[in-house]
């Protein structure tokens, strides 16, 4: 993988390290006029990493060296992050307090753990979009209850879709609900599927680790520990590939949850392996401690390491739409564990219910509910990302698939 000027500030500009920091000032000093601000505007504004970047290039004192077109827009861009943040963190808190009330558990996953945590030095530093709460799976439909009664509710969609359509991992949650706010909750009932080798990590076992965080403008919160919250992020956007453009932000997560818990970094590694994912946790820290330490000599060389280069350059996609229906494939006609299962997502994909087809295409007219059937296959087509079928495209994802696997050490 060749990074040009503009990935390398990209990356340079995420983590607040001296070496990031040197490696920032050596490119706008020496390869500035090389450098495609528009696109790195656009980059990272897509991978939600522009208010950090914003602080990074303050931190290594080049605010000014900025150009002035940019600059106003990454600062507009971090006003409305930081508004953001403090409507997302008294939301989150208020949703935890009523299913507390309720009897409810709720331990924030993701972003609503890392605000509420504090994770990061400053508001809006952290982008989210989704408020993720996971709570015992025996309580699941009271909690849904409760943050009807918040004002959530259910997001209209394909809600109506037989279980076994949905994969593994879109089963993780219940349907997404909105806030008045416009806030989007997503109430999960476990952290992540399996992975092959592994088994899932259970709500209790999560709940027995769990810290509690005292903050002066907030309740007290029990939130995950360290490394499982470090662990679920690598699951959530490297092993399971539907929020790939999420990785640059989700290196940034790991970096300041080990800045504050240094011992969560071997910790997360050995949970991994547990899990049966060892290899996503081992790149995911090898692609950290690069853009931590590394030089520029040491950034273009390491980029040509196969795992390295792979999840670099996965990261830095602004299209992983077809990735990730290359990876829904995989995961549909891997017939290597739960065999009769995949078969079953396979067959309901194809003749779905009927309450379905009737939010598809409405109440059919007498006698012609077989032409609903035979219709939904070639909708399927119609939609489908053929790029994703690209011989380009699933290697990456077979690649991807096999680094995330358990390794020796």
């Known amino acids: 993988m060749l990074l040009n000027p503009t990935d390398k500030l990209l990356l340079s500009a995420l983590l607040p390290t001296e070496a990031s920091r040197e490696r920032t000032r050596r490119l706008i000093a020496e390869r500035e006029s090389e450098i495609d601000w528009d696109a790195f505007a656009r980059r990272a504004n897509f991978h939600h990493t522009s208010a950090l970047a914003r602080f990074n290039f303050a931190m290594a004192g080049l605010a000014d060296a900025l150009p002035s077109q940019f600059r106003s827009e990454i ?3 971090s006003r409305v992050w930081a508004a953001r943040h403090l409507a997302y963190v008294s939301e989150t808190a208020r949703l935890v307090a009523a299913l507390g009330d309720a009897g409810i558990v709720a331990l924030p996953l993701k972003g609503a753990a890392l605000m509420l945590g504090g994770y990061y030095p400053q508001a809006g530093l952290r982008a989210a979009l989704d408020i993720d709460l996971l709570v015992d799976p025996e309580w699941l439909a009271l909690a849904e209850q409760v943050a009807q009664d918040c ?16 994969l593994e991992n ?3 949650h219940s349907w997404p609900r909105r806030g008045p706010g416009g806030l989007i909750l997503e109430l999960h009932h476990r952290a992540f599927h399996f992975a092959k080798g592994g088994r899932d990590l259970g709500f209790d076992e999560l709940l027995a680790r769990a810290i509690r965080r005292q903050r002066d403008d907030l309740p007290s919160l029990l939130l995950p520990a360290p490394p499982d919250l470090a662990l679920h992020l690598v699951h959530h956007t490297i092993v399971d590939l ?11 997560d790991l970096h300041f949850i080990f800045a504050r818990e240094p011992q969560a970094r071997e910790e997360m590694e050995e949970r991994a392996r547990r899990f049966g994912f060892a290899g996503a946790a081992q790149s995911a820290v090898r692609v950290l401690r690069l853009l931590e330490e590394g030089t520029m000599n040491q950034l273009d060389e390491t980029a040509q ?4 280069a792979l999840l670099l350059e996965t990261a830095l996609m602004e299209s992983p739409g077809a990735m990730a229906e290359a990876a829904r494939l995989f995961e549909y006609f891997d017939f290597s564990r739960r065999p009769f299962r995949r078969l079953g997502n396979l067959v309901a994909l194809l003749f779905t219910s009927r309450s379905h087809l009737e939010h598809l295409y409405g ?3 007498r006698g012609s509910v077989y032409l609903s059937y035979l219709r939904r296959p070639f909708d399927l087509m119609k939609k489908f990302n053929w790029r994703s079928l690209s011989p380009a495209t699933l290697r990456r994802v077979r690649k991807l698939r096999r680094m995330s696997l358990n390794k020796s050490n």
């Open 151 to 166: 004002g959530y509710a259910e997001i209209p969609g394909r809600r109506d879709v037989r279980p076994r359509q949905r």
């Open 363 to 365: 109440e059919p007219k």
């Open 305 to 308: 390491d196969g795992e390295v």
């Open 75 to 77: 600062d507009e861009i």
């Open 170 to 172: 879109e089963r993780n």
């Open 242 to 252: 539907q929020s790939s453009h999420a990785i640059l932000r989700a290196l940034a």
